[in-house]
């Protein structure tokens, strides 16, 4: 009887003199180490708003909109924090790697309310220049012909892309409503191309 005694005794004195394993959270800020997984973000300069994001979220905290406006369309991508598990599926998946990144902040405990516990991203799109559909963003354009390197030549839209880019080629407008075989050298979204290929 004495023995366990003695043994929670020498188990008090440790714990005395011993540092605590716990952390003096919020008294004093936690350092989490370096990969601990907290709240997402999106970095606007890298992402190309591949939307890549979006389709592994098995939450549904990532989100995007493409919607029309007097210059063109463009891709709003949505990241919701309220409802972020932080996962970290999106920057697993994340076309550039760098696109959208996990940082060390995990205190999501807030006072506002849950509608602006979110980040927006605007990323301009490339539309078909047939039926005027969005096809992909810019950015996303840019990214292909820089990873593709020389080999770009081989797809005609990027070709198309590239050249009204510099500066040395123009859209001209149809002559025609219906599409043509020679059509498939204009930016096209996959239906107008299937019907430019097969059907002319």
Request: a positive charge.
């Amino acid at each position: 009887m004495r023995l366990p005694k003695i043994r929670e005794i020498i188990t008090a004195v440790k714990a005395l003199i011993t540092k605590p394993y716990t952390t003096k959270f919020p008294f004093r800020p936690h350092i989490p180490f370096k990969s601990f997984r907290g709240k997402p973000y999106f970095d606007k300069d890298k992402c190309v708003g591949c939307s890549a994001c979006v389709n592994v979220c098995p939450t549904g905290a990532l989100s995007f909109k493409d919607i029309k406006t007097d210059s063109g369309f463009k891709r709003v991508l949505k990241i919701r924090w309220d409802i972020c598990i932080e996962c970290g599926q999106c920057q697993l998946n994340c076309l550039t790697s760098e696109g959208i990144v996990l940082s060390n902040e995990y205190d999501l405990s807030a006072t506002e309310e849950r509608k602006s516990l979110f980040q927006e991203i605007e990323k301009a799109l490339v539309c078909c220049e047939v039926c005027g559909k969005p096809v992909a963003c810019i950015d996303h354009y840019r990214w292909v012909i820089n990873k593709l390197g020389p080999l770009y030549v081989s797809n005609t839209s990027l070709i198309s892309f590239k050249q009204k880019e510099i500066f040395i080629a123009e859209t001209l407008p149809k002559s025609t409503p219906e599409i043509l075989r020679s059509d498939r050298f204009r930016i096209l979204c996959p239906v107008c191309r299937r019907e430019a290929v097969f059907t002319s």
